[in-house]
C-alpha cells in the first residue's frame, strides 16, 4: 500500500516534471525566435546612407544628361548652351557645403520632394506647381545615381585666384 503510493507520488511527480521542463523548453524557442525578430529590427542610430561614389564619373553622367543646360555651375567647362536652349536651375557650385550627399541623389529621383518658398519667383517651378526639373528614374543607374550625388557633393566654390 504504502508502496503503491510512492510510487504514484514519483509518477505524479514525474509527470510534473516533463510538463513543466517541456513548458519551459517552449518558453526558451519562444524566446529564441523573439530574439530573432529583435534582430531584424532597426538599429536605434539607422539612417539610410549613400555608399561611396565617384566623382569624375558623375560629372559625365552630368555632361551626358546635360543637366548644365539648367544648372550653371561656377569654374566648370561645360559645353556652352543656346541662349533658346538654357533651362532655370539652381547655381550649384557651393553645394558641397550646404547639403549631405543624399540630398543631392534624391534631387535626381524625386525633385519634387523639396520645393522651397521662393522656388516660384524663381521660375523653378512649372504651371501645374511642380519642378520643371524632370526625374532620370528610368535613364539613370544607381551607380550613376551615386557618382552624380558624389560629384556635386564634391563642388566646393571655385577660389579666386585674381584680384
Ligand atoms: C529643365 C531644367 C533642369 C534640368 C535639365 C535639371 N535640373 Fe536640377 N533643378 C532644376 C530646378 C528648377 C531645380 C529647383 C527646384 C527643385 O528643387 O526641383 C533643380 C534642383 C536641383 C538640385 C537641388 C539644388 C538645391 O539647391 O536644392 C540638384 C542637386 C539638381 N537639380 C541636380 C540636377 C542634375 C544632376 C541634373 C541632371 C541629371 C539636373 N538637375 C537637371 C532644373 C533642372
Not at 530573432?36 to 546612407?49: R, S
Not at 553622367?61 to 536651375?89: I, S, W
Request: proline share 6%; charged share 25%.
Amino acid at each position: 500500500m504504502r508502496l503503491s503510493i510512492i510510487a504514484t507520488l514519483i509518477l505524479v511527480v514525474g509527470a510534473g516534471l516533463v510538463f513543466f521542463a517541456s513548458c519551459s523548453n517552449e518558453g526558451k524557442v519562444k524566446k529564441a525566435s523573439q530574439q530573432g525578430m529583435e534582430k531584424h529590427e532597426m538599429p536605434a542610430d539607422w539612417k539610410f546612407t549613400l555608399p561611396k561614389g565617384e566623382p569624375a564619373q558623375g560629372r559625365e553622367v552630368f555632361v551626358q544628361l546635360e543637366c548644365y543646360k539648367c544648372h550653371e555651375v561656377k569654374g566648370e567647362t561645360f559645353p556652352r548652351v543656346a541662349e533658346g536652349q538654357k533651362g532655370v536651375g539652381p547655381e550649384l557650385s557651393r553645394m558641397a557645403s550646404l547639403h549631405p550627399v543624399e540630398y543631392f541623389a534624391e534631387s535626381v529621383i524625386d525633385p519634387n520632394r523639396v520645393i522651397y518658398p521662393g522656388d516660384k519667383e524663381k521660375g523653378y517651378l512649372g504651371e501645374d506647381g511642380k519642378s520643371k526639373m524632370p526625374d532620370y528614374n528610368e535613364l539613370l543607374t544607381v551607380k550613376q545615381v551615386v557618382d552624380l550625388a558624389t560629384y556635386i557633393a564634391s563642388l566646393k566654390e571655385a577660389k579666386h585666384t585674381g584680384h
